[in-house]
């Protein structure tokens, strides 16, 4: 269990994501990844009484920010580990930003979102562990 605590959970998004370009005509060379990720897969009656169309771009950002969320929350242990899991998230980050910055597939808002939240990770993770290292050192000279 303690492996898997250093395992970066943005990665799935990402995974998932991959696993559609790579479906697409012409795998991560493909173009029409806007079109997927834009098309509508179902649509929810609101009280207003419009149609609100959800697409697969909309869902996989839902998936995200709730994996985000987990990530944040994980984030605030000060565990070893905690520097195993920020250093994979900067890894996967890089990985995002290749693949958004040279792949047409991945040139969607989509996926851009998603590596934004990738980076938000690695920024909250380093900006929470060094308040906690602070802190702790804070704690620890005011004993002397």
């Not at 370009?21 to 997927?36: K, Y």
């Not at 834009?38 to 169309?53: K, Q, Y």
């Amino acid at each position: 269990m303690r492996n898997f605590a250093a395992f970066p959970l943005l990665a799935l998004p990402v995974l998932v994501y991959n696993l559609v370009a790579l479906t697409l005509e012409g795998g991560f060379s493909a173009v029409d990844a806007h079109a997927r990720m834009t098309e509508g897969l179902f649509t929810i009656r609101m009280a207003s009484n419009v149609d609100w169309p959800v697409t697969l771009g909309d869902l996989f950002l839902a998936a995200a920010l709730v994996v985000l969320f987990i990530e944040l929350l994980k984030s605030t242990t000060s565990r070893g580990v905690a520097i195993v899991n920020h250093a994979l998230s900067m890894i996967l980050f890089i990985i995002c930003l290749i693949q958004f910055l040279l792949a047409p597939a991945f040139a969607t808002s989509t996926f851009f979102l998603i590596t934004l939240m990738v980076l938000l990770d690695v920024l909250a993770g380093f900006i929470v562990t060094i308040v906690a290292a602070r802190r702790d050192i804070d704690f620890a000279g005011s004993d002397a």
